[in-house]
C-alpha cells in the first residue's frame, strides 16, 4: 500500500532553506536575496535542459514523467511479516483441501501479482514454469522503472552542464563588454548563477529523486521475490512450517529476533 512521502518535500524544502539563508546571511546591504534571480539565468538551464530531454527521449517517454514524479512523493509500505503469514495460510488450506480450493478465496487478495501466481499455481502448471512466468513480470517491470528514472538521471545530467554553457555565454557577453563598467555586473551574474541553477537542481532535485527511484525498485523486486517463493513452496505442497521458515530468510534481523521473542513469550505463557 502506497502513502505520501513527506520526506520529498520535506528535503527539497530544507535544501532551498538553507541555500536562501546562506545567500541572505551573506547579501545583506548587497542587493539582498533579489540578486540571486536572473530570469536570463533561469531561461538558460530551464530552456536547454527542456530542449535536451526532448532531444534525448521519445514523446512517449517523457508522458511517463507526471507519473515518475509522483512515484518520488510516495512510499510503500511492505508488511513482510503479514506477506509470510498469508503464505503460510494458503499452504496450509492447500494440504487440507487441495489446490483447486485455493481459487475460492482469490477475490480476497489484493495483490494482483499474487493472485496471479495462485492461479498459476491452481492451474496445475509446472514450478519451474510458475517461476520464468513470474520473474519475466518483475524483469519488465524492473525495467519499465528504469527507463522512467533514466529521464531523472538525465536531466540530473545535463543540467550542471546548461548551467556551465550560461556560465561560458556570460563570460563571452562580458568580455565583449569589458569597456562598459555597467554591463560587468549583470553578466558576471548570468554568468555564476547558470552554474548555481543547474547544480542545485542536479543536486538537489534530480540525482536524489532517482536514487530514491532506484531504492523503492529494490525493495519493490525483493518483495516480488518473497511472492515468488511463496506461491512456489505452495505449488509444490510444502509444509507450512518448512514455508514459514524459508520465507522468514527474507526478513531483516531486528524483524527476526521480534519473531524468535514472540515465539518465546507465547511458549511462557502458554
Known amino acids: 500500500m502506497k502513502k505520501l512521502d513527506l520526506l520529498t518535500p520535506i528535503g527539497i524544502f530544507l535544501g532551498l532553506t538553507m541555500v536562501m539563508l546562506a545567500v541572505y ?3 545583506i546591504g548587497a542587493g539582498g536575496l533579489a540578486s540571486f534571480f536572473q530570469l536570463s539565468s533561469i531561461f538558460v538551464v530551464f530552456g536547454g535542459l527542456t530542449a535536451a530531454l526532448l532531444i534525448n527521449f521519445s514523446l512517449q517517454d517523457l508522458k511517463m514523467l507526471p507519473k515518475v514524479l509522483k512515484e518520488t512523493f510516495s ?14 495460510d494458503l499452504s496450509s488450506k492447500a494440504r487440507r483441501e487441495g489446490l483447486l480450493a485455493l481459487e475460492a478465496g482469490i477475490e480476497d487478495v489484493d495483490d494482483p501479482f ?35 528514472r533514466s529521464i531523472l538521471e538525465k536531466a540530473g545530467e545535463y543540467a550542471p552542464a546548461w548551467g ?13 563588454n569589458l569597456n562598459d563598467p555597467s554591463t560587468l555586473g549583470p553578466n558576471m551574474a548570468i554568468a555564476l548563477l547558470t552554474t548555481l541553477y543547474g547544480s542545485l ?10 536514487s530514491k527511484l532506484a531504492l523503492s525498485t529494490e525493495e519493490e523486486v525483493f518483495v ?18 518448512i514455508l514459514q521458515e524459508k520465507l522468514s530468510a527474507f526478513l531483516p534481523d531486528h524483524a527476526k529476533n521480534g519473531e ?7 511458549v511462557i505463557n502458554g
Open 75 to 88: 512510499t510503500r509500505e511492505n508488511d513482510l511479516q503479514g506477506l509470510i503469514d498469508k503464505f503460510v
Open 164 to 176: 556551465m554553457i550560461g556560465t561560458l555565454v556570460g563570460l563571452v557577453l562580458m568580455l565583449q
Open 114 to 148: 499474487i493472485e496471479k501466481g495462485v492461479l498459476l499455481a491452481v492451474d496445475g502448471i509446472e514450478p519451474e514454469i510458475i517461476k520464468d512466468i513470474m520473474m519475466a513480470e518483475v524483469i519488465a517491470m524492473e525495467e519499465r522503472h528504469r527507463k522512467g
Open 260 to 266: 524468535v521473542q514472540q515465539e518465546e513469550e507465547e
Open 201 to 210: 537542481l542536479a543536486n538537489l532535485v534530480f540525482i536524489p529523486m532517482a
Open 25 to 27: 546571511s551573506n547579501s
Open 224 to 241: 516480488k521475490q518473497i511472492v515468488v517463493e511463496g506461491v512456489i513452496g505452495v505449488q509444490s505442497g510444502q509444509n507450512p512450517k
